[in-house]
């Protein structure tokens, strides 16, 4: 894996935006695809501008990869293409204990450290845009029948117990009448 992938915060210079568009070497690549558990990662590029904030940095990002994964039904491959920009903050923290730490109101805030792990950044990116259950596009699902072995397996209907009370209550009223 390229040592390029690793952004030291304190060689940079405050006063000038530091751009770069990375060509990710075959190795790189292997790793956020295990990283992820995708089949993999074709077309992967990442340009990223990394400019002074108070306080910390502001990394503005663009990401695109085509990105291989199995379907959650039939396991055949299915493909997504990813194109999105982003905007991380990296910020310093103050010192607060963990019962006084709260969720900052904006999500794109991270702690800042002394480098930046852009494999990282790629990895976290690419796993907020993916699909959670990829399907194929002739996958049906036909729903799920679970029991113990050797016997009846219980279905969606077995599943609902309150059904049962309106045909209940129909044949309590037909009985009244």
């Not at 210079?13 to 990283?35: C, F, S």
């Not at 396991?75 to 006084?100: H, N, Q, W």
């Not at 699902?141 to 059904?163: H, I, S, W």
Request: proline share 5%; glycine share 6%.
């Amino acid at each position: 894996m390229t040592d390029s992938l690793t952004l030291d915060l304190r060689l940079l210079n405050r006063n000038k935006t530091h751009r770069a568009k990375l060509e990710l070497e075959h190795e790189d690549i292997a790793e956020i695809t295990r990283v992820l558990g995708t089949e993999e990662i074709r077309k992967l590029r990442f340009d990223y501008a990394l400019s002074a904030a108070p306080k910390g940095w502001d990394l503005n990002g663009t990401i695109g990869a085509t990105v291989v994964q199995a379907c959650v039904i039939t396991g055949a491959p299915v493909t997504a293409r990813i194109d999105e920009t982003f905007l991380l903050k990296y910020r310093r923290m103050e010192d607060v204990t963990a019962s006084e730490a709260e969720m900052p109101e904006d999500t794109d805030i991270e702690p800042l450290a002394e480098d930046i792990d852009l494999r990282q950044v790629i990895s976290e990116q690419i796993a907020l845009l993916l699909p959670d259950f990829p399907r194929s596009a002739d996958a049906e699902f036909d729903g799920v029948q679970v029991g113990p072995p050797g016997q009846k397996a219980m279905t969606d209907e077995d599943a609902k117990p309150l059904a049962g009370l309106a045909a209940l209550r129909a044949k309590m009223t037909d009985n009244s009448e």
